[in-house]
Nanobody, 125 residues
Framework: HVQLVESGGGSVQAGGSLRLECVVSGATYAFYCMGWFRQGADKEREGVASIDHDGTTTYADSVLGRFTASRDNGLYLQMDNLKPEDTATYYC???????????????????????WGQGTQVTVS
């Protein structure tokens, strides 16, 4: 019932920027904790950034200072100073902010999230 659709990925050179958008439909955004995750080839999915229903953000150390998550009904990830190691498929995700997994696993754990987008590819060369 909740649909997430990512867009904004592409191929850029190191040092470039991309802005990802996740369009959320089917529910009220205000009740969601939302996050960005990425998965590189032959790697596990890892948390990139999360923004809670109250606007509180959390970032992976690897992107802190370079990526900025925001929300305005949709979910956005501004990615600056991209590096080759940022190459991955990026996914947006959401769950009720009061979901028990948010408390037990944390907002940066992919297993905390219920709804996922299809992913958008980011390639940095």
């Amino acid at each position: 019932h909740v649909q997430l659709v990512e867009s904004g990925g592409g191929s850029v050179q190191a040092g470039g920027s991309l802005r990802l958008e996740c369009v959320v439909s089917g529910a009220t955004y205000a009740f969601y904790c939302m996050g960005w995750f990425r998965q590189g080839a032959d790697k596990e999915r890892e948390g990139v950034a999360s923004i809670d229903h109250d606007g509180t953000t959390t970032y992976a150390d690897s992107v802190l200072g370079r990526f900025t998550a925001s929300r305005d009904n949709g979910l956005y990830l501004q990615m600056d100073n991209l590096k080759p190691e940022d190459t991955a498929t990026y996914y947006c995700a959401a769950n009720w902010y009061f979901a028990s997994t948010m408390e037990t696993l944390g907002v940066m754990n992919p297993n905390s999230y219920k709804w996922w987008g299809q992913g958008t590819q980011v390639t940095v060369s």
